[in-house]
Nanobody, 124 residues
Framework: VQLQASGGGLVQAGGSLRLSCDVS????????MAWFRQAPGKEREFVAF???????YYHDSVKGRFILAKDRSRNTMYLEMNGLKPEDTAVYYC???????????????????WGQGTLVTVSS
């Protein structure tokens, strides 16, 4: 499986961005999908997760501001980010795994497919 993340950039606090994750090699309809991020000097952390058949979970810090969406016709996952804060500054990664793969959804070692990351910078 190959994942290609894009859409990052520089935005002012309070602004919005939409990240995209184009997937090839497997269909997102049959995959658990997630977004993670890694801020400078920090470990990679979970942001949002979508089970293959629908339910979505978010880290408390982004609930109500970020939305994970999927376009099955394009085999693409999105992260709609609103009300951005300087603390959202990070490299954002998309990830995928087979639903049968064991592991906890918020742990990065659960995933066996990763995109290259896209940088989001939020200025104050």
């Amino acid at each position: 499986v190959q994942l290609q993340a894009s859409g990052g950039g520089l935005v002012q606090a309070g602004g919005s961005l939409r990240l995209s994750c184009d997937v090839s090699g497997r269909t997102i309809s049959n995959s658990d999908m997630a977004w993670f991020r890694q801020a400078p000097g920090k470990e990679r952390e979970f942001v949002a997760f979508s089970i293959w058949n629908g339910n979505t979970y978010y880290h408390d810090s982004v609930k109500g501001r970020f939305i994970l969406a999927k376009d099955r016709s394009r085999n693409t996952m999105y992260l709609e980010m609103n009300g951005l804060k300087p603390e959202d500054t990070a490299v954002y990664y998309c990830a995928a795994k087979d639903p049968s793969r064991r592991g906890v959804y918020y742990q990065e070692q659960s995933y066996n497919g990763w995109g290259q990351g896209t940088l989001v910078t939020v200025s104050s």
